[in-house]
């Protein structure tokens, strides 16, 4: 018979870190505000929950790395907004985030999930950390929920 894994939702004796970009704090304490109600609303006790504060996306890779060696999270969520301006600086920040917040995880084996909105236009950022298409910060705390169990099952 397949045996099947899947991870829940369930934040009880889970820790995680958060690391979030202070650029375009007006979106990402938004995105902030929406992952910590998550872990909250499912289980994760709010001392259980560590908030890094970070100049940009490109220091949410670095900051990840030094907590995940640190071995105290079950998970870490990266937090920024990037959006696009007149100067190819957009791609080189988003591509080399998503790049390097990627590694941490594969480095690691510890679940550290890419919460980066990366937006045309101002209104599409407030879009996406509330206003109308739901708070990608929130989605990515279920993101780091789910994948904390799940490796708690393949333990």
């Known amino acids: 018979m397949v ?3 899947e991870g829940n939702l369930i934040g009880n004796n889970k820790t995680f870190g958060i690391v979030v970009s202070r650029f375009n704090s007006f979106i ?3 995105l902030l505000e929406g992952a910590q109600d998550c872990l909250i609303r499912h289980g994760t006790k709010e001392d259980d929950i560590d908030v890094f504060w ?3 996306a490109c220091e949410l ?3 990840a790395m030094r907590l995940a060696k640190n071995s105290k999270y079950n998970g870490i969520i990266c937090l920024g907004a990037v959006i696009r301006g007149e100067t190819p ?4 920040v988003s591509s080399e985030s998503a790049k ?3 590694e941490v995880g594969l480095q690691t084996g510890i679940p550290t999930i890419y919460g980066v909105i990366t937006t045309e236009t101002l209104e599409q950022a407030i879009d996406r950390a509330g206003a109308r298409v739901g708070n990608k910060g929130a989605e990515s705390a279920l993101t780091a929920l789910e994948m904390a169990n799940l490796f708690d099952e393949i333990k």
């Open 28 to 30: 990402t304490k938004r």
């Open 54 to 56: 970070v100049p940009g």
């Open 61 to 63: 890779p670095i900051t």
């Open 100 to 102: 390097g917040i990627s």
């Open 3 to 5: 045996k099947s894994f």
């Open 89 to 92: 600086h957009f791609d080189y």
